[in-house]
């Protein structure tokens, strides 16, 4: 975590120091386009959250870990895919999850397919950041045209010979 | 509406910026759904799940709120910074292929989760970045970003199945960069990413 706050704000910190010290304006317009970008997302941010946990609660991760067996095959990476999709939370919540689903039976190209999924559906990002920052119908294009791509990266990882991994 | 709305006074940048109001309907529908799904915890397992949820949660605002805070910062000042021709030029709506590949590398580099990425991704988007580089930059970083590769993947999942995902995951910002560029030549239309 304290590499994070290292690089996010070490970002930040030379972006301001790459405006300059003369330049008072230049700075106002900046934190002005940072506060109007903030808005939205502070207040997004906490629901967001509360939301992921309550519904990791509410997941049967043992129940996902049996039906996602390495033997479910391409159906598998179809479920796979729509639970990736509905994985609450970023890292922090999502990984143990992840890791519980692993251990109790998926199969590698299932969990391939979730994680996919996961990063690029990624419900929690399109409410606290993508839908404030970026608008509803750039999350709605982005979607449709990435809808596939978690199929393929687990078909891939199904074809793929055993002995890589 | 008349575009007299433009003041002079704040140099060439922005103008005047179309709001959108911060507590909309899609605010309160996240809210229907944070407080239903609290109920559900409720019902099945009980107060104290609920309590250890909220609880979780706070500390967890408490760790992010900060990184948010510095995202949004950089956010703001990358609008001022970044030099929009040449924005315009490797990323805008005429970038191509060349685009498409920029996209992917600033992607997978872009280090920091979610909050250093979506800085970037709205500082671009601001200063002129199509459609199609605004994907093909997210899912690179979503699905390539080393950062969650060395940092989650290979310490939680082990280095084998890190791998095997990163290395079915090649193609993917490629295939999302074609896929969109072929979807709005199909419509004719791209959806809107200055705002």
């Not at chain 1, 509410?58 to 999709?85: N, R, Y």
């Not at chain 2, 605004?134 to 899912?139: A, F």
């Amino acid at each position: 975590m304290l590499i994070s706050y290292v690089i996010v704000w070490g970002l930040a910190m030379a972006l301001m120091l790459a405006a300059g010290f003369s330049d008072a304006a230049r700075h106002k317009q900046s934190i002005s386009n940072a506060w109007e970008i903030g808005k939205p997302i502070f207040v997004r941010l906490p629901l967001a959250i509360v939301a992921a946990s309550f519904l990791g609660q509410l997941l049967p991760q043992e129940l996902i870990g049996s039906l996602l067996g390495e033997s479910t095959g391409v159906a598998g990476v179809l479920v796979a895919v729509v639970i990736g999709g509905l994985l609450p939370g970023g890292p922090l919540i999502t990984f143990p999850i992840v890791t519980a689903i692993y251990s109790a039976g998926a199969g590698a190209p299932q969990i391939v397919a979730l994680l996919t999924a996961w990063s690029i559906f990624a419900l929690h990002r399109v409410i606290t950041f993508e839908l404030p920052g970026m608008g509803p119908r750039f999350v709605a294009f982005r979607l449709i045209v990435t809808a596939i791509l978690p199929v393929l990266a687990g078909l891939l990882a199904a074809l793929l010979p055993k002995a890589l991994y | 509406m008349p575009s007299s709305t433009e003041n002079a006074p704040q140099e060439e940048r922005g103008g005047r910026r179309r709001r959108r109001p911060v507590l909309n309907t899609e605010f309160y529908f996240f809210v229907v759904l944070a407080l239903s799904l609290g109920v559900a915890v409720y019902w099945i397992k009980g107060a104290d799940a609920v309590w250890k949820s909220l609880e979780s949660s706070f500390d967890l605002i408490v760790v992010i709120g900060p990184l948010v805070v510095g995202s949004v910062v950089f956010a703001g000042y990358a609008e001022t910074l970044l030099p929009k021709n040449l924005v315009a030029r490797w990323l805008g709506g005429e970038a191509g292929f060349t685009g498409i590949c920029i996209a992917t590398l600033a992607g997978i580099l872009t280090p920091g989760g979610p909050f250093a990425s979506f800085g970037v991704l709205i500082g671009l988007a601001r200063t002129g970045a199509s459609f199609v580089s605004c994907v093909t930059y997210l899912t690179a970083w979503s699905v390539l970003g080393l950062h969650r590769l060395f940092v989650w993947e290979i310490p939680l999942l082990g280095l084998d199945l890190a791998l095997l995902r990163f290395t079915c995951s090649l193609p993917l910002p490629f295939i999302a960069g074609l896929l969109s560029h072929l979807l709005i030549q199909r419509l004719g239309y791209s959806p809107r990413t200055q705002p």
